[in-house]
């Protein structure tokens, strides 16, 4: 699902984000393969949310459904601009 070799990719040495590979990254996946949770990859957080087909609001839904489930963890705070 995710980590390819980061080593491999010059763009991302140069950045740093190879950096100790791999440790500090995760993921999770839903035992149907569609909603996956990245963490300490390229971006910190990334969250996704896949669905074949054109029913937009379920899968906004679940992906909002899934950042509901995130915030709600202790420690983890995110900036907003609630204006």
Do not use: H
């Amino acid at each position: 699902v995710m980590f390819k070799d980061m080593a491999a990719d010059p763009y991302l040495n140069t950045a740093g984000i190879s950096n100790d590979w791999p440790y500090g990254r995760g993921c999770w996946q839903s035992e149907d393969k569609m909603r996956i949770i990245w963490f300490g990859e390229e971006d910190q957080l990334r969250i996704m949310c896949m669905k074949k087909g054109s029913d937009l609001l379920e899968v906004f839904t679940n992906l909002n459904e899934m950042l509901e489930t995130v915030e709600s963890i202790d420690g983890v705070d995110f900036a907003k601009d609630d204006t």
